[in-house]
């Protein structure tokens, strides 16, 4: 059975992170990761992935576990951060996980219906063997092209073939240079605020990529900024901060356009 209620914070009953909209329909469909109760070895203990929707903003219905760990034959670790999107009647879920030989990457879940169940495509779709393939935002311009961005402490992506289980290998994984023009000054690694959780998304023919950033400073916690460009994939301008750093040490962005209006999700 699923559950309705009216509330914000949205989701009180369990733990949840990494708000990911998608629109369908008439239907807002929130994709998020999902705590468990008990830490681990002191850090994010995450096996699955939840999904929650809305007719009205109002009202929300809990779908419960959508895809999970279990369901990968290849991973064993850190269910962290989806996006979803569909091509062709069909749903992608881009999720990043850690993979049993080492090493993070990204998978692919796949179903017929956006609220699931999903079932893993078999292996990875980027696969570098290090930290920075995570948080994935995908998105499919008007021309068909569809782009997969991810990335902490780079920026990165790849154009992805119609099937959205491949990418343009000959292009390959393209590096976003990490300038101060194009992310701001700020405290990570690559020196500027540019820390994680990209979202890819377009408005009135320009490209916007929000993230997760850090000021300059230690002990600060996630800000969410925002850059923007002509292209969809770059050159990027730093445009400056959307939302101020909570109480929470990381953050992360999802924004859609919804029945006249425009959202943007975050944790805390």
């Known amino acids: 059975m699923s559950e309705e209620y009216s509330k914000n914070p949205i989701i009180t009953n369990i733990y949840t ?6 629109v369908y329909n008439d239907t807002l469909y929130l994709y998020t990761t999902h705590d468990e109760d008990n830490l681990i070895n002191n850090f994010y203990t995450m096996f699955d992935w939840r999904c929650f929707s809305t ?3 109002v009202n929300w219905t809990d779908h ?3 895809f999970s760990l279990d369901d990968i034959e290849w991973a064993d670790d850190r269910a962290w951060a989806p996006q979803c999107i569909e091509r062709n009647g069909k749903f992608y879920l881009y999720c ?3 993979k049993k030989d080492g090493g993070m990457a990204i998978a692919v879940g796949i179903s017929d219906k956006p609220e699931g ?3 893993d495509f078999g292996y990875p779709l980027v696969d570098e063997g290090d930290w920075n393939d995570i948080d994935p935002t995908v998105f499919i311009d008007d021309d068909g092209q569809a782009y997969l961005y991810f990335g902490n402490p780079e920026l990165r992506y790849v154009l992805l073939n119609e099937d959205m289980v491949s990418y343009n290998e000959e292009i390959g994984i393209q590096k976003i240079p990490m300038t101060v023009e194009a992310f701001g000054k700020g405290g990570h690694m690559t020196g ?3 820390g994680e959780g990209p979202w890819f998304y377009k408005r009135n023919g320009l490209y916007y990529m929000v993230f997760a950033a850090f000021g300059e400073g230690k002990g600060r916690n996630e800000h969410l ?6 292209s969809p994939i770059g050159p990027w301008e730093y445009k400056g901060i959307l939302m101020e750093e909570g109480k ?3 953050n992360h962005p999802g924004v859609c356009d919804f029945k006249g209006h425009s959202y943007l999700f975050y944790h805390t």
């Open 17 to 22: 992170a990494d708000p990911a909209p998608m």
């Open 55 to 57: 007719k009205d903003m």
């Open 64 to 66: 419960g576990k959508i």
């Open 96 to 98: 990043p996980v850690h």
């Open 117 to 119: 169940p999903y079932k």
């Open 192 to 194: 500027t605020t540019y």
């Open 225 to 230: 900024a925002y850059s923007t460009s002509a």
């Open 248 to 250: 929470c040490f990381t």
